[in-house]
């Protein structure tokens, strides 16, 4: 499918950095996320969670919490289970080859998992009384050993995190190519050891849900802060034993998702199936402290890796092993660690690869994808390896790129390597040593040996770290957009998109708008409502500008061609005549035109007459795109930092990122999503650690103990969109919001080592905080 | 709804410029009790702990917390919210507008605490630079926006108000 831009006549509204459809109710604070909303007669809950991370739940007392003022019911999972057709939430995605019994219970059965884990919900006039209620249960334990390394319960006399199964979930390997072989006569080769850690997605909007029952009907409303509204949809009528038409999952507002909301919790479940039998709606909102201790987050990867390369700094293989801490349940996959373990070669050539990865349990939260996705993991692998090459053959950091990324004139290249699916990962296009160097000039790298030795005169440390990446964008299988032109004249775009901040409304407003000859403000689009479009996925993997994108672009196209065929009736006139534009169709040189709502008459028929000839009943189309694979965005990214010596502080003076959006159909948006993504990377290069004790106690859970990024660490941050159109959708586009977050640890560690005098590929423990630099300042000097 | 147990205290204030009065008790937070007694929901709670400044509003001209101020604390006081800021039928003020000039706002969760923390800090220090302005909003939390676009509009409607 090429791409093809049809642009109404005197309408261009794609590449317009329009003003957002959602700012105003945002800024007048008039926005409705789920805490808003209210439903005549809500209750609300509170869970009473694990205070061990591994034990026997021998009994759990309620009595005296149910005689507590204000509560209404206080349930375990035998008080729900009437409710719930399985104990367990159902594996979010399939196929995976894991062993059975790992999903996530929906209240803890009779063994805790960990810190965090719900064992019971406490339903109540208030939140503070529930709260209270919760106090007051007690809990017979018997404490178990807990798994705190994901490294030490691999070993054969290590405890179980679960007594029912062994703590591997599952093995595999990726390889292609003769690793060993290259390895065999290699001029360069050496190993890296390397521990990523990744904290938690901390959207400043916890999870939330409102669940209200219908028991007239026997249906049930769900509002939830969510990312997945019919996949919630699906599950909630799974595990209540409803048929999906008895739900309704609508979604409010959301402050931020990035990826925690990316899956139906045991407790959106729990809240359910207590409103269903108490009759009642029932609300739950999160604080702070349970997306802590029970959202989910990614942690820590371990990669031991060696890497082989020839005189000139060519890559000629890398092989090694992973380990995946997956935490204590895997509520969706093994997505994560395949998503790592695949992003590795990155926008390179690299003849031969082998990975042996282990995703195995620890006695913690599950992890599950936060914003990048794996794709992080993988792309700090890789660009280590190629600065410990440019270490070892004396090589500058930028030429070692240069001589490995995958030339220009090779797209579309089909790296060896496959999905998930079995799809053979094919980088669509891109000129990516064009994108690298232009990153190398927005920094002035040239230019940068004499800033360097300028401030090193005056006492000041600089360092400049330079880095690739690239994101499979628009996962599949399909979004949903229905675009219709109401009786009123009215555009209303319903899709299965999902909106957390991005500005999906806006985007897929702009699309839209471009087909009818409209501004994107006439358009009103309608997200991720169950009641309104039957299918959807929903936001992750950047793939709604891609995917529903797409499917509006092709449903707008075709309500398009409606229009003009009953404005052919209308006018009596050739279709090739009529011009659409500002909502009324025209014939230019006569003085007929007539507004979109007189079209939309015409499709509406009338009793007694006729339908004109080729008018379709209504105005509307819907379209489920279906991608053709993922389609690739190469980021890269250059910083400059300096560091202090007495302290490890490190100040990162400023930023360049250059990332391929296939076509910005909003560039302010484009760059706003790099922005944020970028400082995500800064956070876990950084900043964000989630401490566990050795009794997988969580150690961190405030904001004053976990750090995010604030506005006085982050630099100014040069973003610049390069735009290398996609043939494999008809926009042209590539999904750009995680795209930001890849190469950003790996360019500060360079940057550091530079600065430092440290060696190149040296630092590869994230997050990295100030001891450990002075400890590797000490260690260099000793 | 609450106990009959737990004393209800009636608090009275002036917020957004009209005099308001509900009861709650001790244990009310002054931005729940904004949310869900006075139905100003603008405010938002991020962490509840006080590091995150999204329920940050004006009480008596300064910036407070309202996740750590008790709702009792508030009774006579002048509080100034979100939807303060504009009236409901009227133009955005020049600071909104200029968040909206810069995408500014994602998806506007932590928007309210740091409208409300620059219009105390224009209102100290009309000339402020962006270093400084940054510092300024080091007690705000922006998990979607990287804050320079925050920091620009904020800069900008610096400078429209001198």
Same mark, same amino acid.
């Given at each position: 499918m090429t791409a093809n831009r049809e642009i109404a006549v005197g309408q261009e509204v794609i590449g317009q950095s329009v003003p957002r459809l959602e700012d105003a109710a945002l800024l007048r604070g008039k926005a409705r996320f789920l805490d808003d909303l209210h439903a005549p007669g809500q209750l609300h809950a509170a869970f009473l969670r694990s205070p061990v991370a591994h034990a026997h739940l021998r009994s759990v007392d309620t009595s005296v919490s149910r005689a507590m003022p204000g509560v209404r019911a206080v349930l375990t999972l035998s008080d729900l289970r009437p409710s719930l057709t399985a104990d367990r939430i159902p594996l979010q995605f399939r196929n995976n080859g894991l062993p059975e019994a790992i999903t996530p219970f929906v209240l803890a059965n009779t063994e805790l998992l960990f810190v !965090?884990? @719900?064992i019971a919900i406490v339903v109540a006039d208030s939140r503070a009384e529930a709260e209270d209620a919760v106090d007051a249960i007690t809990l017979d334990l018997e404490d178990l050993p807990p798994v705190a390394d994901v490294r030490d319960g691999l070993a054969t006399t290590a405890p179980r995190a679960c007594l029912d199964r062994a703590n591997t979930y599952r093995d595999f390997e990726l390889s292609y190519g003769d690793a060993d072989s290259a390895f065999g006569d290699a001029p360069c080769t050496f190993q890296l050891s390397i521990k990523q850690h990744r904290g938690a997605a901390h959207p400043i909007e916890g999870r939330g849900i409102l669940a209200v029952p219908d028991p007239l009907q026997d249906r049930l409303k769900v509002w939830s802060s969510t990312q997945l509204s019919h996949e919630a949809r699906y599950f909630l009528s799974l595990m209540l034993g409803l048929d999906e038409t008895q739900i309704d999952v609508a979604v409010p507002?959301? !402050? =931020? =998702?990035?990826? @925690?909301?990316y899956l139906v919790y045991p407790e959106e479940i729990a809240v359910a199936a207590a409103a269903r039998q108490l009759g009642q709606p029932v609300k739950w909102v999160e604080d702070r402290r349970e997306h802590f201790l029970s959202a989910i987050q990614e942690r820590d990867q371990y990669w031991t890796i060696e890497v082989a390369a020839d005189t000139d700094g060519r890559l000629l293989a890398i092989r090694g092993q992973m380990i995946h801490d997956a935490g204590a349940y895997i509520p969706q996959g093994i997505n994560l660690a395949y998503n790592a373990a695949t992003a590795l070669p990155g926008p390179y050539v690299l003849p031969a690869y082998q990975l042996s990865v282990t995703v195995a349990a620890t006695n913690k939260v599950p992890t599950i994808p936060v914003r990048g996705a794996g794709y992080p993991e993988g792309t700090f692998a890789m660009e280590r390896a190629l600065d410990g090459i440019a270490e070892r053959l004396k090589l500058d950091r930028a030429e070692v790129r240069r001589r490995n990324l995958i030339p220009g004139d090779k797209m579309p290249y089909k790296t060896p390597m496959v999905s998930r699916s079995g799809a053979a990962i094919v980088y669509d296009s891109g000129d990516f040593p064009a994108i690298f160097a232009q990153a190398l000039e927005a920094v002035d790298y040239p230019g940068f040996e004499a800033r360097r030795t300028a401030a090193a005169a005056k006492g000041r440390r600089l360092g400049l770290g330079v880095g690739c990446g690239i994101k499979g964008t628009g996962r599949g299988p399909y979004e949903s957009a229905t675009v219709r032109v109401g009786r009123s004249g009215q555009v209303t775009v319903h899709t299965g998109a999902m909106p957390m901040g991005q500005g999906v409304k806006t985007v897929l407003a702009q699309v839209c708008a471009e087909q009818l000859g409209l501004a994107a403000t006439d358009i009103k689009v309608i997200c991720g409502d169950t009641t309104t479009v039957p299918v959807g996925l929903g936001g992750f993997a950047s793939r709604q500008t891609v995917v529903a994108g797409s499917s509006v672009f092709r449903a707008a196209s075709d309500v398009r061609q409606q229009i003009l065929v009953a404005a052919a009736a209308l006018l009596e006139t050739d279709i090739d005549q009529i011009t659409l534009n500002g909502g009324f169709v025209a014939c230019p040189g006569t003085n007929c035109r007539f507004s979109l709502r007189d079209v939309a008459e015409i499709a509406a028929g009338s009793p007694g007459y006729a339908l004109p000839p080729g008018v379709w009943p209504g105005l509307e189309a819907t379209v489920n795109h279906i991608p053709e694979g993922l389609t690739y965005g190469m980021g890269a990214h250059a910083v400059e930092v300096e560091i202090d010596t007495d302290t490890g502080l490190v100040t990162l003076l400023r930023y360049v990122v250059v990332n391929d959006c296939g076509r910005a159909i909003n560039p302010k948006l484009v760059i706003g999503q790099l922005h944020g993504a970028v400082v995500h990377g800064i956070g876990n290069a950084l900043f964000e650690f989630m401490g566990f004790d050795a009794q997988a106690q969580p150690t961190t859970t405030t904001f004053a103990d976990y750090l995010l990024p604030t506005a006085p660490e982050i630099p100014r941050i040069e973003a610049i969109i390069a735009e290398y159109p996609t043939p494999t959708n008809p926009l042209g586009v590539k999904g750009v919001g995680e795209s930001g977050c890849l190469p950003v640890a790996a360019v500060i560690m360079s940057a550091i080592e530079q600065a430092a005098g440290?060696?190149? =590929?040296?630092?590869?423990?994230?997050?990295? @905080?100030p001891p450990d630099l002075i400890a590797a300042l000490d260690a260099a000097r000793g | 709804m609450t106990h009959t147990a737990e004393t209800l205290h009636t608090v009275t204030l002036t917020v957004n410029g009209a005099e308001r009065s509900a009861q709650c008790t001790a244990r009310w937070s002054l931005a729940d009790f904004l949310r869900h007694?006075? +139905?100003?929901?603008g405010t938002h709670l991020g962490c509840e702990h006080g590091v995150c400044g999204a329920c940050t509003v004006l009480v008596d001209g300064k910036s407070v917390r309202g996740c750590l101020m008790m709702a009792v604390q508030a009774n006579g006081a002048e509080v100034r919210t &979100?939807? +303060?800021?504009?009236? *409901? *039928?009227g133009p955005l003020s020049a600071l909104q507008k200029a968040f909206a000039d810069h995408h500014a706002v994602q998806c506007g969760f932590c928007t309210p605490g740091i409208l409300m923390t620059l219009v105390e800090v224009l209102g100290d220090?009309? $000339? &402020? $630079?962006e270093r400084e302005m940054r510092e300024a909003l080091s007690g705000n939390i922006c998990r979607c926006t990287g804050y320079q676009n925050i920091v620009d509009a904020a800069m900008a409607a610096a400078k429209a108000c001198r």
């Open positions: !965090g884990e @719900a507002d959301v !402050g =931020g =998702g990035f990826g @925690a909301k440290l060696r190149y =590929g040296q630092l590869c423990s994230i997050p990295l @905080a | 007694e006075l +139905g100003l929901t &979100i939807e +303060g800021l504009a009236r *409901d *039928d220090t009309p $000339d &402020i $630079d």
